[in-house]
């Protein structure tokens, strides 16, 4: 798995939604959050599925969600969820 490429990340900024759809006028469902560069994109069940394209585009393998009560994340190469135990 990816976990050597982690970087516990949290939001620079207050996350105001998905920053594509936000540009875009598009909506989105859920947050998620790249654990490499930072970047907020929706989930794969919104339209665009732009946390997806993220990481397809830029081989950024780990996302984690954004979403109150939730402290999983997601390999996307490996298909994988998990969390990371502080």
Given at each position: ?86
């Amino acid at each position: 798995m990816h976990l050597d490429e982690v970087r516990v990340l949290a939001p620079a900024q207050p996350v105001r939604g998905c920053e594509q759809c936000l540009r875009s006028g598009g909506r989105w469902v859920h947050l998620r959050m790249c654990q490499t560069c930072g970047e907020v994109g929706c989930c794969d069940s919104s339209p665009n599925r732009h946390a997806s394209r993220h990481a397809q585009e830029f081989s950024h393998p780990i996302a984690r969600s954004l979403e109150p009560g939730e402290d999983w994340s997601w390999c996307y190469v490996e298909q994988l969820m998990f969390v990371i135990a502080d």
